[in-house]
């Protein structure tokens, strides 16, 4: 497998202090962890590949049933023609805020020969010795190691999270507490297929869902182990593009410097869109980029720092940052260059002038900006520098009619999210994980990766919090991915904190 | 097959007058093309793949038996470990000047299934009907179609001009008519694989191969089916590069716009080799550029127009040329993209920033530009543009410490060449074949592509000077290769000329 080295290997190991009402529910989970990983197990075990809607309907049905002996009142909210959300609901005695934790159930495609074992879905209980991974026996009882990791598709991304909230509701059960906040759960099964039901499940069952926030529970936590909350996502969006040159391969001999080079027609399109330092170069573009507070940027670089460390791994004599952190350019929008294909390289170069050239960029947006005006702005930026735009293939017609012909197919896009820290849900969380941690939790204004928080905030009208558990190193949407079980224990713990705190840190008045 | 359409409907075909002494030699052949099809037949029915020595070798014995059949004292001369080159002499009768004429014996590689037929060593004689080729019989005697077709690998690329050389002779010595000059056949065995022994042939048997000029018999006639002189060729060099990013592909999301993507970065460098009108920005490489002079200038604007049929055929609505023509481009040295390789495009795209990016590229150069000139100017031109260059894999440490790490592998490289027209040997062959033709044979000052002259050149200090037979649309280097009848008539009627005529349009001194 692919480790991934630890960058922050200073940085002290995450177990945590489990101060205030979470102490009975470690206390708990310290003599159940062999249960606790049964039940992980025989989840992991059904087959959970996205769009294999007749497996994940048994996922469903299974969580359900673990839902329902949790005493949640629980419900199969169904898609048109993929499997089904899995919604429970919990309510706190009185009155209280509502809290909707989401998790996701299905998982990616695997191939199972390249995974240790070969079986994705028959989970292997694991310990690292001299850099491998070795299956371990899983007792019948007693403490585990917690650096041992359950392996197998799902496991870290995302069943951690589920099986985590039903232990936590199991230990807060054993130690006589209740929610303090309404619960709601909200499990769905599209993730990894661009959760393509999604905004229709949400609009139908709006009224259903109502709540005063969501927290996401997906993702990895932070690279040095410790937990993180974060605040906001990265939009993006997809570009493929073709630029055309002759209808048929050229000898590059016979027919260079006349025809033109696809090659560089391409070249030139991508280095009009952005510098080799990632600034945007699309005219407009930068209007639209909401700049970071300086709350924000405060927070960014009160981060821990993998930089100098990532740049080691990497082998990267220079970012594209110049000085700026990490953190700090997450904040920003970008542009990357997914991928070229021109012709062919080395052995199978041939001396000709390629048909087309292929391009694949994703762009990623920061609040303000929109899916709709990135096309609009870089549509109009390329017409600015002379090329012909078809968003089909390009006729015979319109190739004889342009010098330069392009072919755009946008991806619909996900605009970004970002949630003030000072906004109530999470003045909430930051005061519960305080708490349990004995100090702040780390508070990442914005991931620089993309999750549909959008669809959230845009159809429920909602904030959204990702709050993840899973190691950074868990492998996701790779072979042999896997939880390390302290960030099970961790995730207890947490969500028992949240469950039982939130509704007291929750501040009466909007700021 | 993939069929070339006529570029130059409205000329004439190409069925030569026949004047002066090549008409007893067009009367001999009118009456034996049977006979000469067969001897074709023969020679394609071996098969010649390029470094397959052992098949080469038959290939080459059997040209020697031809060669000695007609009187020509015919030896090989053997490579290291190669195929032998096929090497005979045939002296006039008095003191006279002396030619060397080249072809070349080998193929390139096939894929069978992929021809019409199955069998590019089984040669299949074939008449175009309603857009296709269907087999016709050869019939035993009597005047051939001229517009039927020989099918075989080798057929137009290059065993044409051997078996039209012989017959030629044949024709010439039913006539009573001998050669008025020294003739010197010189039929190499690895042309396809880059001649990797001809310099060290030509080393080692410079005094066998002593002579006034070489005549080049490879390549198609004009796409206008025209006959045609082709005084230069520019010469060509390959470049592999690929510019380095992060270690491992990195989450587009979480890395974007901080590492550096090497896919921006490959653009920027090739942008900064060229523009996209084909004109070469590296400093100081025009300085070695020998402008065209006003005579090739004129030459080039003289000869048939492909342009607007090839831009309409190609479906180009502009050219890199802008108002300049094919013809005249060709004068001007050329940088070709052949092919970019980074990360992923359409399905395949990934949201990540890809480990390197790889470009390919070639230089056509032009008389005066060396290989060796080239690779200084674009590496002094990188280094200046901030590019760290490495000739082999980079090394960790230089990785860490460069932002910009290209790896630059060189191709060896072939010298153009260009040979005056008012020299000796194209004044003599221009006089030989215009009055063969009746009108002006068209002159072409160079052709776009390379072929390895510079060696001959250099090594022998003699003129070397193209005069291809092959129809243009003959499919070299491609499935369904094949040689046009009229254009094997052609090419007898020519070397006959050639033969008989060379000497007396030989400029008595040089001008």
Known sequence: MRTIPALFALVAPATMLAQGTSKPVRDWRSTHEVAIVREMNALLALPNVTRDTASLRRNATAIAALMQRRGIATQLLETKDGPPVVFGELKAKGPAKTLVLYAHYDGQPVIATEWQGGAPFTPAFRMQRDGKWVDIPLPNSGRLDPEARIFARGSGDDKAPIIAILAALDGMKSAGQTPSINLKFFFEGEEESESVHLEQTLKTHAALLASDGWIFCDSPVHAS?????????????????????????????????????????????????????????????????????????????????????????????????????????????????????????????????????????????????????????????????????????????????????????????????????????????????????????????????????????HTLGVPLIVFPIANHDDNQHAKDENIRLQNMWDGIDAFAAIFTRLDHFWPSTTP
């Open 225 to 457: 182990r410790q937990m993180q909350v974060v605040l906001g996502v990265r939009g993006s969006m997809g570009l493929e593009l073709t630029v055309y040159g002759p209808s048929r391969a050229l000898h590059s001999g016979h027919y260079g410097n006349w025809a033109p080079n696809p090659g560089i027609l391409v070249s030139e399109l991508l280095t009009s869109l952005r510098d080799a330092d990632g600034k945007i170069l699309v005219k407009g573009f930068q209007d639209d980029v909401l700049p970071p507070t300086a709350k924000e940027l405060a927070a960014a670089r009160a981060l821990p720092k993998p930089d100098a460390a990532l740049r080691q791994e990497l082998l990267l004599g220079g970012t594209e940052a110049n000085d700026a952190l990490l953190a700090e350019r997450l904040l920003l929008p970008g542009l990357n260059v997914r991928g070229i294909r021109v012709g062919n390289v080395e052995g199978a170069a041939a001396n000709a002038i390629a048909t087309d050239a292929k391009a694949s960029i994703d762009f990623r947006l920061v609040p303000k900006q929109t899916p709709e005006r990135i096309r609009q702005l870089v549509e109009a930026h390329l017409v600015a520098n002379g090329w012909f735009i078809t968003h089909a293939a390009a006729t015979d017609q319109e190739r004889l009619s342009h010098k330069k012909v392009v072919r755009l197919t946008w991806g619909a896009g996900d605009a970004a999210t970002r949630v003030s820290a000072d906004s109530p849900v999470a003045t909430a969380l930051f005061g519960a994980m305080d708490e349990l941690l004995g100090k702040p939790i780390l508070r990442v204004p914005t991931m620089g990766g993309t999750l549909p928080t959008a669809i959230f905030e």
